[in-house]
Every structure is written in structure tokens, then in C-alpha cells.
């Protein structure tokens, strides 16, 4: 006989196997969620320039995190390990989309001010500046300066985030950073 | 010995101005000799142009993000582990019934290379004899008939099978 056809039983089976084989349980990746989402995000919406491919990149890298089949020795471990995940979904992208990058232009265009008193129409000019600036480097570049100046990562976590040698990232960040600081107008 | 290149691309102050900015501490309240060497070193002039600036796309970024909430993350997650789990236990019967497909479509046409020539004979025959007293009108649909039993019979017997 060619075929077998799933009994009921043997979807139960692989649905509870499934969901038995996820990284962790609920309230551990809730936990872990509600600690990292809006890091993932801002660095998924800022290195690929577009805020509806970062939800749907979100998404994909907490999946696959689930279902990596990794022990973790610590909690920065796991959190690299996400990042790796998020950047390389966004090199996928990226490759996809044939090079090109978009410029994720600031959504507040209004004046007025934030609540600490910074003026909003001004701090909106600085960051469409940052976002062109951003758009024509490397995409390695930009994940390298949001990881270590946006979140003030170490070249450890650097590294570990984007599958470099950490005797590495001195150098790559050294010019990234000369690179945007040109970009920026400012000389170097 | 630190080559001078090597020497070029840091600089010692370089943790203590990023101190200072996150901190707050910079511009306004930043010490004085800091503010000095800044203004006079390249690397810290970058790099406090590009942390700032990337720090205020930060908290930026944090405020406009608008992220699902945990619980409703691992409930599709959940949701489409499952999906996957009976997608991928599925795979292999998929695969079994495309070869079986394939299988019982070769046995017919194997059939049909086989039987041609007797077919072929039998239909010359016919038409010679069209005049005779053995031609009938009702020949060609039986014909058309007999072809289509041969095309869906294993067909149907692979369905049946198949349902078991």
C-alpha cells in the first residue's frame, strides 16, 4: 500500500509533540517577550527601513526562536540568539528585495514638543536625516551602530548577534561609524 | 606595538563619552575637560554625533512601536506550530501518493503501448469490413467507451484502495 492516511490520534500526537518541542514554555517566553519585542522591533524597523516588514519579521524571528532546538546558557545567550535570528530574516529580505533599502521617515511631522520640553519638529528633521544617512550604508553597518550605540550592546554581544569575530567588530564598527558621521555632515 | 592605523580607530575617552550621553550628562552638564577633549578628537566627535543621534532614534522607535502582546505572540506561535507538526507528518503520504499516481498512469500507458497494435488491428479490420453485415453504428462509442474504462478503471481502484 502507497499510502497512510493521519488518524486523529496521530494528529494529536504530532500537535502535542509540536508544541512540547518549543523552546519554552508560555510563561517564560512571555516573560522573555514582554523584556526583548520592542528591542527586536525598533532594530528590525530601523536596519531594514520599513516598520510593516519589522511586524512581520517580529513575528517570523520569535517563531523560529520557539522552535530552535538550542539550550541557552543564560538569558543574554538566548537574547543574541534572537537578534541572530531577526538579522538574518532581515538579510533574507534584503536580498529579496534585490539590494534596495527603504527610509523609514519619522511619522510625527507636526510641531510642538515632547514631554520632557525637546522641540518635536526639530528632533523629526534630525531623524529624517538619520534615516537617509541610515539608508546608504551596508546593511551590516547599520545593525552594527544600532546594536552598539542605539543599544548600547558590547562587541560581545555584537559579535554573537551577527556572526562575527568579536576581534572584528573594532574595526567594522571604526568605519560604520565614520561612515554615518560623514553621512551626518560631520567631519571626521 | 599598535600600528598607527590601530591607534586611529579608538579612543580611550570613547566609554566615558558614551557615559556621559547616556547619562544625560552631555552636552549641558558634561565636565568641562571632557567637552575639551571632545571638541579636539575626530573619534569622539563621531561618535558623539552618531550615539546621539542613534539614541533619539531609539527612544523614538520605542515609542512608535506597536508590538502584540505576549499572550497573543505565543498563541500563534502555538497555532502555527501545530499547522506545521500536521504539514510535516503529512509530507511523506503526499509523497506516497504522488508516486502512486505516477505508478498507475506508467502501468496504463504501458498497457496502451502494449495493446496498440492489437487495437490498431482490430479498428483496420473494422473499417475494411464496414460494408459487411458485422458494421454497426454503435462501434465507435463502444470503442471511445472501452478506451475510457482503461484510462479510469485503475484510477478508481487507486482511489478505493487509497480510502482503506
Known amino acids: ?188 | 606595538m599598535k600600528s598607527p592605523n590601530h591607534q586611529m580607530i579608538q579612543c580611550p575617552r570613547e566609554a566615558d563619552v558614551l557615559d556621559a550621553l547616556a547619562s544625560a550628562r552631555w552636552p549641558n552638564r558634561v565636565e568641562r575637560e571632557l567637552a575639551d577633549h571632545v571638541a579636539s578628537c575626530a573619534i569622539c566627535t563621531d561618535v558623539i554625533a552618531v550615539a546621539s543621534a542613534m539614541r533619539e532614534d531609539h527612544d523614538a522607535a520605542w515609542r512608535e512601536a506597536t508590538i502584540p502582546s505576549s499572550g497573543q505572540m505565543w498563541w500563534r506561535a502555538e497555532m502555527r506550530a501545530r499547522q506545521d507538526a500536521v504539514r510535516e507528518a503529512s509530507r511523506p503520504v503526499a509523497v506516497a501518493q504522488g508516486v502512486a499516481v505516477v505508478l498507475v498512469l506508467a502501468v496504463a500507458g504501458a498497457a496502451g503501448w502494449f495493446a496498440w497494435p492489437s487495437v490498431h488491428e482490430f479498428f483496420t479490420t473494422t473499417a475494411q469490413n464496414q460494408t459487411t453485415a458485422f458494421a454497426s453504428p454503435m462501434l465507435v462509442p463502444l470503442a471511445v467507451a472501452m478506451g475510457a474504462l482503461l484510462v479510469v478503471a485503475p484510477l478508481a481502484l487507486y482511489v478505493v484502495l487509497s480510502e482503506k
Open chain 1, 1 to 188: 500500500m502507497f499510502t497512510r492516511e493521519l488518524t486523529a490520534s496521530d494528529i494529536e500526537r504530532v500537535v502535542l509533540e509540536a508544541v512540547d518541542a518549543l523552546q519554552m514554555d508560555e510563561d517564560t517566553f512571555r516573560a522573555f517577550y514582554d523584556r526583548t519585542a520592542r528591542q527586536v522591533w525598533a532594530y528590525l524597523a530601523r536596519i531594514t527601513g520599513d516598520r510593516t516588514l519589522a511586524d512581520d519579521l517580529l513575528q517570523e524571528s520569535y517563531y523560529r526562536f520557539l522552535r530552535a532546538q538550542r539550550a541557552f546558557t543564560s538569558d543574554s545567550h538566548r537574547r543574541n540568539y534572537l537578534f541572530r535570528i531577526a538579522t538574518n530574516l532581515a538579510h533574507d529580505r534584503h536580498r529579496r528585495a534585490h539590494g534596495t533599502t527603504s527610509v523609514a521617515l519619522p511619522a510625527e511631522h507636526e510641531a510642538g514638543a515632547l514631554s520632557d520640553g525637546r522641540d518635536l519638529a526639530a528632533e523629526t528633521e534630525r531623524r529624517t536625516d538619520l534615516a537617509r544617512a541610515m539608508a546608504r550604508l551596508k546593511p551590516r553597518e547599520r545593525e552594527m551602530l544600532w546594536l552598539a550605540y542605539a543599544q548600547g550592546s558590547s562587541h560581545e554581544e555584537i559579535a554573537a548577534s551577527l556572526g562575527l569575530r568579536k576581534s572584528s567588530i573594532k574595526i567594522l564598527l571604526f568605519r560604520a561609524r565614520r561612515r554615518l558621521a560623514a553621512a551626518l555632515g560631520v567631519r571626521s
